[in-house]
């Protein structure tokens, strides 16, 4: 899975984490709203939004790297996937 360059920061999409890991549409998503406050923006992800981002959203939704339906766009670092991966596995335990 190619990641996405986020100034310098090798980055993942919700649809490529849902894709690498067979998860269906929009669990990324779920898990990372379930996070919280335990992962921290600019460290575990990037937030863009379609108001300063929206060509760079357009093209990556062309070119399929993230979902049609997207808007805004979060990015994951590598420490947050990582972080949600703990968490995932965690709350699964319970």
Known sequence: ?????????????FRQVDSMN????????????????????????F??????YS???????????IYPSSRHLVLLTREGYERLQDLSSTSNNR
Do not use: C, H, V
């Open 47 to 52: 937030y863009l939004p379609a108001s300063e």
């Open 1 to 13: 899975m190619e990641p996405i360059d986020y100034n310098g920061t090798p980055t993942l999409s």
């Open 55 to 65: 060509e760079w959203i357009g093209t990556l939704r062309a070119a399929g790297r």
């Open 22 to 45: 067979g998860f269906t549409k929009g669990t990324t998503f779920r898990l990372f709203k379930r996070a919280g406050d335990a992962l921290q923006e600019g460290r575990d992800f």
